[in-house]
T-cell receptor, first 117, second 112 residues
């Protein structure tokens, strides 16, 4: 029973197209994230949502638009895809902890590998 | 300069060796330190989690934090081929719901 599942696993598309990646978590967590991992394995946060509210937006081009219909789902839509968008996109979730109550321990999905031709 | 620096490797060691993986960081507000392991074509999974300075042991794995030097380490004893993966350090401050800042990851191969 997958805790954080994202679809599709692989996505190959042409420059200029629009695509979406979906993510769902069944852990009961209240915070969800999108991370981008480049070819050198560097993981960079893009967005985080807490109970459907945008919390973190890390200087991502506005071609990327996250949507959280409920706290168990966080989708990522990308418009006008560019070559530089090729990467693995990871969805993750965590349970909010108050100040001094511990770090956010993230549970990651398996990743969606996007290739833009 | 990145907030978290990690030698990307790759690192290859024979089976049974002791492996040492390290990260340095610049943000003195970091209080929580984690190591994630990522197998090829998979998502990162949490391996070790420590708070502030000190050591933590879990089986063959030991995490060490030296906040005075802003340096963290992960030691793997009796390394196995199944330990071959990319290891990412991650850290955060203590303000509640902080984002994790990751290192670039070290790719480790254990040679049978």
């Amino acid at each position: 029973d997958t805790a954080v599942s994202q679809t599709p696993k692989y996505l190959v598309t042409q420059m200029g197209n629009d695509k979406s990646i979906k993510c769902e978590q069944n852990l009961g967590h209240d915070t969800m994230y999108w991370y981008k991992q480049d070819s050198k394995k560097f993981l960079k946060i893009m967005f985080s949502y807490n109970n459907k509210e945008l919390i973190i937006n890390e200087t991502v081009p506005n071609r990327f638009s996250p949507k959280s219909p409920d706290k168990a789902h966080l989708n990522l839509h990308i418009n006008s895809l560019e070559l530089g968008d090729s990467a693995v996109y990871f969805c993750a979730s965590s349970q909010t902890r108050g100040p001094g109550s511990g770090a956010n321990v993230l549970t990651f999905g398996a990743g969606s590998r996007l290739t833009v031709l | 300069q990145k907030e978290v620096e990690q030698d990307p490797g790759p690192l290859s060691v024979p089976e049974g060796a002791i492996v040492s993986l390290n990260c340095t960081y610049s943000n003195s507000a970091f209080q929580y330190f984690m190591w994630y392991r990522q197998y090829s074509r998979k998502g990162p999974e949490l391996l070790m989690y420590t708070y502030s300075s000190g050591n933590k042991e879990d089986g063959r794995f030991t995490a060490q934090v030296d906040k005075s030097s802003k340096y963290i380490s992960l030691f793997i004893r009796d390394s196995q081929p199944s330990d071959s993966a990319t290891y990412l350090c991650a850290m955060s401050a203590n303000f509640g719901n902080e984002k994790l800042t990751f290192g670039t990851g070290t790719r480790l191969t254990i040679i049978p």
